[in-house]
């Protein structure tokens, strides 16, 4: 998997302060996207040992929240098995942190995954630019913020 950055500390992508790591990779090309260069699932970076060891860094401080995936779309083909690794090591090292992924995909497509059993919210649905709003975590109306573990609001 590749990956464009990593934010140290965002609150403008999920509740709490948040690590946010930017996956490369998504297939939806959404009219109007704000990162249309994470689309490639080759551009940017290979996450690679450093990487996750700087990203679970980040993690450890108590005035962390926990970590947002975005991207691109870390459910992208190409990103499932490594985002699914890392939900899962997440929970398992450090399990007071949550876990928010944003994808492209509506929940009703990637409910099964795997992956699911680790994320404490979702937010789902491509990026519709008729219906953009300034809506706080969301893009356009149509994208829901669905808490599957109710600790993900903290």
């Known amino acids: 998997m590749n990956y464009q950055k990593i934010t140290p500390i965002s609150i403008a992508d999920g509740i709490g302060c948040?690590?946010?790591?930017?996956?490369?990779?998504c297939g939806h090309d959404c009219y109007k996207c704000?990162?249309?260069?994470?689309?490639?699932?080759?551009?940017?970076?290979?996450?690679?040992?450093?990487?996750?060891?700087?990203?679970?860094e980040l993690l450890r401080p108590t005035?962390?929240?926990?970590?947002?995936?975005s991207g691109g779309d870390p459910l992208h083909p190409l990103n499932r098995g490594t985002i699914t690794?890392?939900?899962?090591?997440?929970?398992s090292k450090l399990p007071e942190k949550t876990i928010w992924l944003y994808t492209g995909y509506i929940y009703e497509q990637v409910c099964?995954?795997?992956?699911?059993?680790?994320?404490?919210?979702?937010?789902?649905?491509?990026?519709?630019?008729?219906?953009?709003?300034?809506?706080k975590f969301y893009g356009s109306t149509n994208q829901r913020i669905i808490f599957l573990k109710e600790s993900g609001g903290r």
């Open 63 to 69: 005035y962390i929240d926990g970590i947002t995936f």
């Open 34 to 56: 704000h990162n249309p260069d994470t689309h490639n699932p080759f551009s940017g970076y290979l996450f690679d040992e450093p990487a996750e060891k700087r990203l679970f």
């Open 85 to 91: 690794r890392l939900a899962k090591r997440i929970k």
């Open 112 to 135: 099964d995954l795997e992956v699911m059993k680790y994320i404490d919210v979702l937010v789902d649905g491509p990026y519709i630019d008729t219906q953009r709003c300034v809506g």
């Open 18 to 25: 948040r690590v946010v790591l930017w996956v490369s990779g």
